[in-house]
C-alpha cells in the first residue's frame, strides 16, 4: 500500500472521529483556565473562614503586683476574658478579674483593641491597649476608708499570646501593665496563664 495514501487515510479517520463526548478536551489555555478555578474554589473555604473571625473564651489565673506611693502588694486571683475579631488583624477584648492581697481586694474590668499576628496555626502573638476599671476595697471592714473603696480610672497595655495545641483548644500567656488613678496613683504589673478555647 502507498505510504502516503496511507497517512493520509489515517489523518482523516482521526479527523472523523472527533473529541469523544464528556473526556472534557481543553486547548493548552483553555487547561490553564480550569486548573486556575479549580486552586480558587480549594482556597475559597480558607478565606471564607478568615472573613467569618473566631471567638476566642479564655480562663486566666492572675499574678500582679502594685506599685503606690504607700508601698506595694502582691495579688493574685483568677478571671474570664472574651475576645471577639473585627476582621483579620483586629479583635476586641472584654475581661474582668478578682484578684486580692493581703490588704485589698481588686476587681478590674478591661475592654482592648487587640492587635493579634498570625504567625502559624498553632502560635498567635498579640499586643492590645485600652481602658480599664478597678473597684478596690480594703479586707478587713474596719480599716475601710473612702478612699480604699473607690473606682479608679486607667489605661492597660498587653504582650501576650496564645498557644493552640488543637483547633479549639491552648494556652494564654500574657503580661500586663496598667496604671490608675486619679488620686492614689498605682502602677501595676500582672502576669497571667490560662486555658483558652476558641470558635470559627
Excluded: K, N
Aim: proline content about 4%; charged content about 20%.
Amino acid at each position: 500500500m502507498d505510504i502516503g495514501f496511507a497517512l493520509g487515510w489515517l489523518c482523516a479517520s482521526a479527523a472523523a472521529v472527533g473529541p469523544v463526548e464528556g473526556e472534557g478536551v481543553y486547548t493548552l489555555p483553555e487547561a490553564h483556565e480550569a486548573v486556575h478555578e479549580e486552586a480558587l474554589h480549594e482556597e475559597a473555604p480558607h478565606e471564607a473562614e478568615e472573613e467569618g473571625g473566631e471567638a476566642v473564651v479564655a480562663g486566666r489565673a492572675v499574678g500582679a503586683m502594685a506599685f503606690e506611693a504607700e508601698g506595694q502588694e502582691m495579688l493574685a486571683g483568677g478571671g474570664l476574658a472574651i475576645e471577639g475579631s473585627l476582621g483579620h488583624h483586629l479583635a476586641v477584648e472584654v475581661a474582668v478579674s478578682g484578684t486580692a492581697g493581703r490588704e485589698v481586694v481588686e476587681v478590674p474590668f478591661e475592654m482592648l483593641l487587640v492587635r493579634p499576628f498570625h504567625v502559624g496555626r498553632a502560635f498567635e502573638p498579640y499586643i492590645g491597649i485600652g481602658p480599664t476599671l478597678i473597684l478596690r476595697s480594703a479586707r478587713e471592714e474596719a480599716a475601710r476608708t473612702a478612699d480604699d473603696t473607690e473606682a479608679r480610672l486607667g489605661g492597660v497595655a498587653v504582650l501576650g499570646a496564645h498557644v493552640w495545641a488543637s483547633e479549639h483548644w491552648g494556652l494564654l500567656l500574657e503580661a500586663d501593665g496598667e496604671i490608675t488613678g486619679p488620686g492614689h496613683a498605682t502602677v501595676a504589673s500582672e502576669v497571667i496563664t490560662g486555658v483558652a478555647a476558641r470558635w470559627h
